[in-house]
């Protein structure tokens, strides 16, 4: 996703965030925006646009990319992140940007100041991540549309934690004030304190308990239910004041589903608190003991479950209570399998058993062959001196006094032995699994050499590509048209 850094935004023109502006219209109805398209919709007095974007892609605020019908430029979240700031700076919210505060799957979070030298809290959203892709099903960003970009997402996700900041604040709620947004960045009142995951020590921890059950009961008495109500999403100041965060998965009670959403808020906490500070109430409120008094939840139009997540939910469910109706079926079932797979175990038992006997070790065979030479080896100085003394009737004796290894063995036993051999011999040390893994190793380093050699070029490549490819079309219909 890449870093802020704001130092080249002091070195921007006009003309610069206007070829910007240009690439953000496009990218609404383009995947990649042609330079055509980007002229056009800059419109620049002087010209120069193709100079101006190649300045921006070289610090990649624009990237240039090769698809599969034409070439062309988006937006990256860099380029993305200095037209908000500099709206952000013509209206005098943000002056200066300071050090970062927060990493998390969804955002990143900065501390700014406005030109009263007041630190505020800029929390950027970076929809996309490796660690959060599953984003159709867990949020309803895309509701009817199939894909979008990530930069447009994130967008949208800025504006609904605005919507649930302002709509919180109004009603009392302890939560950071919001100031003002823009595109996919939020500016709010920074918090003053540590997050709850961090804490390890509390003057007392009940009060805090019964502050926080309070604090999830009155938001679903307003109609929400948080939906990730946890440790990291609750700020704690030097008074143990929680302040509550993080509100993109807000759910409304009106849902089918909001009983279980509720209860599991309430699981988080109490599991929480009998781990971190080894305190267990059995006092908390369930689902039963909400009483609705306000409708914020069609105000904010709080939903954050789609339709996929009820397929399953509700499959869940339903296997949950069959799985009691079919435990008798299901214990029969495993009896039968176990005595099948039990006999095919005994028997491949007995034929690895028959072919182990049938081989010979081949460490067994080295011993005796060593010892059989060393035998020899003390035995010829001996035969060496009285060679001479022995007759040649006893030669044969001696020969077998020489070679005691010489056994007379049937043919049938040596044939045997080497076709067991043979079998030993033409069967694979390697296990096919292991094999499988390899070669599939060895294709994506290939394809990850063939990624690399594979580089994007500018426009001119482009232009000479078209024509290479124009070329080959006018010969081929030559061809076709001499036939």
Sequence with gaps: MGKLNVVYLKYLSKEDFRVLTAVEMGMKNHELVPTALVASIASLKCGG??????????????SYERGKHYDGYRLTNSGYDFLALKALTLRKVVSSVGNQIGVGKESDV???????NQQLCMKLHRLGRTSFRKLKEKRDYHKHRKSASWIYLSRIAAIKEFAYMKALQKRGFSVPKPIDFNRHCVIMELVKGYPLCQVHNLNNPADLYDELMELVLQLANHGVIHGDFNEFNIMLDDSDKPTLIDFPQMVSTAHANAEWYFDRDVKCIREFFKKRFDYESELYPTFADIMRED?????????????E???????????????????????????????????????????????????PTPTADKITILEQKELAESNSQSDDENIDDIDLEQLSLH????????????????SMKSMCMSLTST????????????MRRDLRKR?????????????????????????????????????
């Design 295 to 307: 409708n914020m939840d069609i105000e904010i139009e709080a939903s954050g479950f789609t339709k």
């Design 110 to 116: 900065y501390i700014v100041a406005n030109d009263e």
């Design 49 to 62: 646009c193709s100079k101006i974007l190649k300045e921006l892609t070289k610090n990649k605020l624009l």
């Design 399 to 414: 020969n077998k006094s020489k070679l005691p290894f010489r056994d007379e063995v049937p043919l049938e036993e040596e």
């Design 447 to 483: 394809q990850k050499q063939m990624k690399r050699r594979i580089t994007v070029k500018g426009e001119a490549n482009a232009a000479t590509r078209i024509r290479r490819l124009n070329d080959e079309n006018i010969k081929e219909s030559l061809v076709w048209g001499l036939d």
């Design 427 to 438: 069967a694979p040390s390697i296990a096919p699994e292991q094999v499988r893994g390899r």
């Design 309 to 359: 997540m009820e397929i399953e939910l509700k499959e869940n469910l339903q296997t949950e209570d069959i799985s009691s109706e079919e435990d008798d079926d299901e214990n029969s079932v495993k009896v039968i399998d176990c005595r099948i797979s039990g006999e095919l175990i005994q028997d491949e038992h007995l034929d690895t058993n028959g072919i182990k006997n049938a081989h």
